[in-house]
């Protein structure tokens, strides 16, 4: 993976704004959608303060932006913002034709606003009759229009959004008269624009007129066509095995967008099996149906395609993507995402010559389909042990018969950023470079206080930006991740070794790998977790500072206290939070609560929040988040290895990291005034780390272990934050073409809505239920090693932590007899009294094709 140079440039000519007003319900909405998207038009809510949509063209061959405000009517009587009218090139006033009020009101309100804030005094109006459609209905006259036209100097058009007819016209007319004028042509060229923005950036101008413009005016939209493949040829370490790259990349493309993109993702699915990919720590704003996870959103099936669209809405930040069912992260398939600073937004520190990504992560030399069968024993097996740490896919250094190391030149005194994310399934690592030091800036979505050290440990599933500064005589220096929790010797495959390059130097990296802190040192890692701050002074995605948001008095609406640990579930291996292992029901939560509520594919808050389980059982669990209400949850790791945690769709506010037993009274111990805001956090061995989250983000939000194992056997759960107000203002309707239109036959009604044929008498709505409850893949007659009680071949001198399997694991809690039960066919101690729904024989969805506790359908 190469360095990328930091330059800009625009992928357009002239950029221009254009603003809709007019009365509520007179369709400004509506000829937007039916100007940038050939949909058929539905009946759309009001909308609410501002909507933004962008449109990219060519015109008179030059490639223009136009960046649509799309106003809300019901403003009318509070006057809009002023700021909307700002540097608007083109307004365009809708009328009704069969509602006379909403003519009479452009002349009386809407024209008179016009005249008073907008600052382009030559910007190009056009007045619109829409609904002409309904001819029959009409109360304004197309006379009266043109004479309205004529009065306020304004082109004139009378369209219907409905048919479509005049709509495409009526904008080319406007971009048309836009161009024609010199004064707005130069304020819409992308390179004055950007001399503008450079001098007030300069400036640090921060007023208002810059943020409005900002708000709306800067994204982009951001293509791109993924074909996913097993390929066997790449080989990372010497066993051949498939591993799942991206356009025959791994690791996988970079996302490289900017705060408010939207990107576009159309993923073929090229394996022999189902898959979803999630993007790790984009918040999904209002719209958790992009999230890519089982819970919201059915698996594209081999050999189909789906696209995720999804917005980097008030984000900044290093994150990762990667497929999130099945246990294929195991097998590859991750990448990174990064999310810069809108241009105003002066990012903390001075811009490095060039960025570095830097993927490290364990892996596995088995095929991942062989590990995953490994770990679903009858019998007591916590998975496996990696063979390998890998950089960005490469051995390490020196590593007979791996893919070569990685390596990134640099030049004498220059300052480099390094996006270093964890992308394992298991280990925590401590990474470094022999003689240089790193600052580090940014954790996933915040800018931290700026702390120089020699080493930094990265938990699985985290990510990180630090500078380095080539400051060195011109040499190669080792670049080093080495496991937590486990000694290794220099030359062991679990030692990661790139090199760092100085050009114009000749020679091999030689000397002494620098020094790692003791691996099992745990307070050593707590207080470095500890002194990562949030910078309050930095802006990010926003202008104003990071620390303008203050958790020192918030009230908490609920705490959370979930126990990560281990269980035997009816003779399999599980793992739990609070005795509960998290079973992947066939219809997605998210599907299900659209159609009916939830009801029947899980029970809310069935699950114990704050206490344990007495028996380990399977649950659906799905909890409330109280929406707009801030959540206190405590992460307790009951085991004696390392755990990460991670929830989609917020940020968390690390607030304290203790030993043994959370109490109230622990909470003296937080850290209020300036805890980092980010996306995974880690839990150490029989410790406990305590959050705050602010639930402002309606969806269905999956709370999960990072760790491959864990999250594949069960240790997850679902957050709804829930608003009963259907406005898409609130929380965005599901995609119009949702997955299972795409890959089956089923009409895209509810699973729920229509009997089955197969259940004529039924008289509840009916679940698709199959597989029944999770099975092994394959029966494995191998010996399963822990992960730690059993050395690895590859890890001779590891003495290795043992994990507390003490008490003995909880009996099955009925001997389970075929037919093996549902956990939600059968009552369970979870579920007390919920009506036992029929299992469908022959669900009207596709199926896995291999059933596994995370493969849904
Ligand atoms: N028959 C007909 N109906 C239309 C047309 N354009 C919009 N509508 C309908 O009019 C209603 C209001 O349309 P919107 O586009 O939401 O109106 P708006 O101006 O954006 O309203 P606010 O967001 O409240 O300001 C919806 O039910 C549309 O389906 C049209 O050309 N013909
Ligand atoms: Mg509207």
Redesign the pocket.
Known sequence: MGSRKNNNSSSYDYSFKIL?I?????????????FISQQY????????GV?FKMKLLTFGGKRMKLTIW??????RFGSLTSSYYRGAHGIIL?Y?VTRRETFTNLSEIWAKEVEIYSTNHDCIRILVG?????DSERAVTVEEGIALAREHKCLFFE?????RANVQQCFKELISKIVEVPSLLDKGSAIVKKQVLEKKQMCRAENSMVSALLDGTNSTDIYKEWVVSLDSTFNPVSSPQPVITINGQFPGPLINATTNDFVHVNLFNNLDESLLFTWNGIQQRLNSWQDGVSGTNCPIQPGKNWTYVFETKDQIGTFTYFPSINFQKVAGGFGPIQVNNRVVIAVPFATPEAEFDLLIGDWFSADYRVVRSSIQGKFMSYGAVPDVILMNGKGPYGLPNSKEHESFTVTKGKTYRFRISNVGTFFSFNFRIQSHLMVLVETEGSYTNQITLDSLDVHVGQSYSVLVTAIQDESDYYMVATPKLLNTSDSSPLVAKGVLHYANYVGTVSGPLPSEPNPYDIDFSVDQAKSIRWNLTAGAARPNPQGTFNVTNITLSKTFILHGSISEIDGLSRYTVNNVSYFTPNTPLKLADQFVNGSVVYQLDAFPVDSINDAATYGVSVVTGVHKGWLEIVFKNDLYVMDSWHLDGFGFYVVGFGDGDWTPESRTSYNLYDPVVRSTVQVYPQRWTAVYVFLDNPGMWNLRSQHSVNWYLGQELYIRVHDPDPNPAKEKPPPQKRMFDDQSNAPIASPFAQPSPLLPDSPAPQVAISPPFPQPIAPSNAPIASPIAQPSPLLPESPAPQVAISPPFPQPIAPSNAPIASPIAQPSPLLPGSPAPQVAVLPPFPQPIAPSPQSGW
């Open positions: 809709l007019g009365d509520s319900g007179v369709g400004k909405s509506s000829l937007v959608l039916s038009l539905q009946d759309l809510s009001p909308t609410i909507d799309d106003t809300a009517g019901q403003e809708v009704d829409n609904k002409v459609d309904r369209c219907s959004a409905r048919t």
